[in-house]
């Protein structure tokens, strides 16, 4: 029973590159939310997603960021022309259902480092 | 500051020794969860109190919430070098959004073999 896998481990861009990330939830669950750490600092929320819907992206910055959750698929997260400040790790978490009490399932990350 | 705030940063104790860690936020909340964070891993859920609880136990932990005081300590018993983790507290706000939680800094836990 896998867990939440997020690929790539490791992300190397230049400035102004793209940069996509993705994250596959446990398996049977439909509600996917990212997040981002820098370091030696907790999780900051940036969107949580349904499938094929975006339910909350109050965290995301309001350029340049996206994601999206298809039908069938990874959730991805996209970063459009990246600039320094944007080096984190990025964390996806996934639900079963939706609910207050549900602990969310997290994924091992995605570093992103801007050169 | 922003919701949840964990204290001490950090802590260094001894095998075998009881950890204690403390956590205040700010607004009204639904439940608190307390998660772990090894060295560049994810986070792993820990436990989940409800507002309407005061204390719950899972294994070594013990968790306890005050909402009057809109505070919660997590007790490690009895520590292992394997507990050494970055511990957060999370809180999910009551009302409007079901899937924003929001974490605290976190207490980065060392426990000497």
């Known amino acids: 029973n896998a867990g939440v896998m997020q690929n790539p481990r490791h992300l190397v861009r230049r400035r102004g590159q793209e940069a996509r990330l993705r994250c596959s939830p446990m398996?049977?669950?439909?509600?996917v939310y990212w997040y981002r750490q820098l370091p030696e600092e907790g999780l900051k929320f940036m969107v949580y997603l349904q499938k094929e819907n975006i339910i909350d992206e109050s965290g995301m910055p309001k350029e340049r960021f996206s994601a999206e959750f298809p039908k069938e698929g990874p959730s991805i997260l996209r970063i459009q022309q990246v600039v320094r400040g944007d080096s984190a790790a990025y964390f996806c978490?996934?639900?079963?259902?939706?609910?207050?009490?549900?602990?969310?399932?997290f994924g091992d990350g995605t570093r992103l480092s801007i050169l | 500051s922003q919701q949840g705030e964990e204290d001490p940063q950090a802590l260094s104790i001894q095998e075998g020794e009881n950890a204690t860690m403390n956590c205040s936020y700010k607004?009204?909340?639904?439940?608190l969860q307390w998660y772990r964070q090894n060295s560049g891993r994810g986070l792993v859920h820990l436990i989940l109190i409800r507002s309407n609880e005061r204390e719950k136990h899972s294994g070594r932990l013990r968790v306890t919430l005050d909402t009057s005081k809109k505070s919660s300590s997590l007790l490690i018993t009895a520590s292992r070098a394997a507990d050494t983790a970055s511990y957060f507290c999370a809180t999910a706000r009551g009302g409007g959004s079901q899937g924003n939680l929001i974490f605290g800094k976190g207490t980065k836990l060392s426990v000497k073999p």
């Open positions: 607004t009204s909340i639904n439940n």
């Open positions: 978490a996934s639900s079963p259902q939706v609910g207050v009490d549900q602990p969310q399932h």
């Open positions: 398996k049977g669950h439909s509600h």
